[in-house]
């Protein structure tokens, strides 16, 4: 990739899969992700303002455990009753619980849990292809790393703040002691080893000025010709087709 296709701003790395003489594009597959308590849900929000359709994990994650689906009869196989409400509802607190203590329950449910999400995922890129061609779509993607899914996608952007910053919001947010922050961070991947992999970085451990700036520079640099149009002024809601 030639170093003018991209932004020259040093806290953003260059997209260093991407095939030298390739410009991003809306029809290439565009990941963003993060780290618990990094502020992905604020850039995620960022783009949704600059007209993306933001297609959500965690949504999709709702949607694919709802009483009667495939997702949700496999669980109920796996799980005990307890995780289960009244009407036949996920418990997904009372579930998130014991993931933090059981890594092989953990492993259970995200190997049914990921493949449905996906599949409700790519169900709606293609439905956004057809219907708005031009939109830019963003998969949003907390776990992108942990479940491997990462080489599904040409861009991957990461919203990063150091581990010491994560620990700290974990515990405002919260109100968990520092050790619950410590154990429920390590469920995940050490966010250097994200940095590390990822195209783009917005670094969101500064003010939040500081963090639109980045956002609109990726922006900008992924999706360069709905960037100079600019959205429709009726666009439908960023989060919906």
């Given at each position: 990739m030639?170093?003018?296709d991209?932004?020259?701003d ?7 899969a991407?095939e ?10 565009v990941?963003l ?6 502020g ?8 949704a303002?600059r007209?993306?359709l933001?297609?959500?994990?965690d949504?999709?994650a709702r949607?694919?455990?709802?009483p009667g689906t495939?997702?949700?009869s ?5 799980l ?6 009244a009407?036949?509802?996920?418990e997904r607190r009372?579930?998130r619980e ?11 449910v995200?190997?049914?849990?990921h493949p449905a999400?996906?599949e409700w ?12 061609p031009g ?5 949003d993607i ?9 080489s599904?996608?040409d ?16 515990m405002?947010?919260d109100?968990v002691?520092?050790e619950e922050?410590r154990e429920?961070l390590?469920?995940q991947l050490?966010i ?9 970085l ?7 000025e500081?963090t639109r700036?980045q956002?609109d ?7 360069p ?5 600019g959205?429709p002024?009726?666009?439908p809601?960023p989060a919906?087709?």
């Open positions: 030639s170093s003018t991209f932004p020259r040093p806290t953003v790395p260059q997209a260093a991407s030298p003489g390739t410009r991003m594009s809306e029809k290439r597959k990941a992700t993060g780290g618990i308590a990094t992905k849900s604020t850039v995620a929000a960022m783009f303002r007209g993306a933001l297609l959500d994990a949504q999709a949607e694919v455990v709802s495939p997702c949700w496999r669980l109920r196989s796996l005990d009753p307890v995780y289960f409400g009407r036949g509802n996920l009372a579930l014991r993931i933090i203590r059981d890594p092989v329950c953990r492993q259970e995200s190997s049914i849990l999400i996906m995922m790519e169900t709606r890129w293609a439905e956004a292809l057809e219907s708005r939109r830019p779509v963003v998969f907390p776990l992108l790393f942990e479940a491997d899914l990462h599904r996608f861009v991957i952007i990461l919203v990063y703040v150091p581990a010491a910053v994560q620990v700290e919001r974990l405002a947010r109100g002691s520092l922050a429920t390590a469920m050490p250097e080893s994200k940095r590390a992999r990822a195209h783009f917005i670094d969101n451990s500064r003010d939040p500081h700036h956002a520079t990726v922006f900008e640099a992924v999706f010709d709905f960037s100079r149009q959205p002024p009726s666009s809601s919906s087709l």
